[in-house]
């Protein structure tokens, strides 16, 4: 047993090692990866000029829970990217999107990081990669400007809620449920019954007020009235193209086109800005 802890914790060590010095960065050769900027680089450290463009990256579910060793796709290193770039000369942010979705308690917290930054009269430019609906495209509206693919896949403006149920699976092998609770809501998704028409009632209550709020997110942040925005939040997806003709996005292309969007808003001269990443910092105990 001591000796498999030995093993990866030098693991850990090792990949530490390779996230800091070593990874390529999957984005473009703008990207400051070199060595002899390597201290730009590392956690807490990046040397940034008010010509440089911040650059997150968004891939996976939004949670507050880490989806790799590096955690950079939940929530907690979302806001500390962009609490990072807040308290650094950068002027613009691109926020480079590859998510289905998430938590809506998330999402909203990474608004409330995005606000802030753009509070200091800093910009930010979404740019969508494979897919950026639901929590990811609620997270967009909180951007100066939206930049996707013609095939990227986004919209589903909407919220869902889900409880399995195994009542007769449990009534089969004769597994019962017994239950002591409060008051009459206190086991609501129970899988050994049936939900009541209540229960679905006060769930249905709180996925509509959800609703609302993405409903407004995406009035407040793009501009577009109420009524058009519920015509098309039931759900359904978008191709980029599709989604420029709704209004839901500004431009079509990838991160050339993003830095272009950043550099204009932001009002930078620089023909070929550096683009600066952020990295969080390793932490051995997210491997587990």
Known sequence: MKKLLI???LIGIAL???QVFFQVEEESDNV???TKNIFKNMPGMQVTTSNDIGLITLNGVISFSSADFTGMSTAGSLINAFNHFE???VKAVILRINSPGGSIGAVQEVCYAMDSFRAKGKKIVASFKDISASGGYYISCHADEIVANPGTLTGSIGVIMQFPSFKGLFEKYGIKYNTIKSGEFKDIGNMGREMTDREKELLQSCVDDSYAQFVQAVVDGRGIPTDEVKAIADGRIFTGRQAKEKKLVDEL???DVA??????IAGIEVKEPKLVKYRPKFNFFNLF
């Open 32 to 34: 400051d990866v070199t």
């Open 16 to 18: 530490g090692f390779y």
């Open 7 to 9: 093993i990866l914790m």
């Open 253 to 255: 292309g990838g991160m």
């Open 87 to 89: 308290d650094s000369p």
């Open 259 to 264: 830095i272009e969007v950043a550099k204009k």
